[in-house]
């Protein structure tokens, strides 16, 4: 249990040391997780259920020769790739600006180790320690949270892509 606090009180204490900053990364950083955790319980647990629909009605379909049935089935695999790729651009959004709040992070730093150059010289290096550290915190933050939504949202993609030829290849079958 100590190792739990000990634990919380420097996450709070290195959630102090960024400032604003870092607890905006941290806000758009939950965000971004909360979309990629819902792509993927849609892509695990909705999606299948909706290729079983989507493969039933092309099966009762008494006609699946004519242009017109081949539009239907088009407009089937158009729907799933656009239910599948829901969110994809907010989460991409969301990781190219996790990056951008780091830098702005880092700005903060420095303007705050500038000011305590201006005001103290360079004598005063625990004011400049802080503002280094806020630089450095703030950057390893965005730039940590953006590399695992990459990861993670390149993921996505090739699911997304896999699984909508898959439907195409299982229309074509029936």
């Given at each position: 249990?100590?190792?739990?606090?000990?634990?919380?009180?420097?996450?709070?204490?290195?959630?102090?040391?960024?400032?604003i900053v870092l607890w905006s990364i941290l806000l758009v950083s939950v965000v971004m997780?909360?979309?990629?955790?819902?792509?993927?319980?849609?892509?695990?647990?909705?999606?299948?259920?909706?290729?079983e629909y989507y493969i039933?009605?092309?099966?009762?379909?008494s006609d699946r020769r004519s242009w017109c049935s081949q539009?239907?089935?088009?407009?089937?695999?158009?729907?799933?790739?656009?239910e599948l790729q829901r969110h994809i651009v907010p989460i991409k959004t969301l990781t190219g600006v996790l990056p951008m709040l780091g830098l702005l992070?880092?700005?903060?730093?420095?303007?705050q180790t500038f000011d305590v150059m201006t005001v103290f010289g360079t004598g005063n290096t625990r004011?400049?320690?802080s503002g280094i550290s806020i630089a450095l915190i703030t950057t390893m933050g965005g730039?940590?949270?953006?590399?695992?939504?990459?990861?993670?949202i390149t993921q996505l993609q090739?699911?997304?892509s896999r699984r909508v030829d898959n439907l195409a290849a299982a229309l074509r079958r029936y």
């Open positions: 249990m100590d190792i739990l606090n000990s634990n919380l009180f420097e996450i709070g204490l290195l959630m102090e040391q960024g400032g997780w909360v979309l990629i955790i819902e792509r993927y319980y849609f892509v695990y647990f909705v999606y299948p259920k909706q290729v039933d009605a092309w099966q009762h379909r539009q239907i089935r088009s407009g089937m695999i158009a729907h799933s790739r656009y992070g880092t700005v903060y730093g420095m303007i004011g400049m320690a730039l940590m949270t953006a590399l695992s939504g990459m990861y993670f090739q699911q997304v």
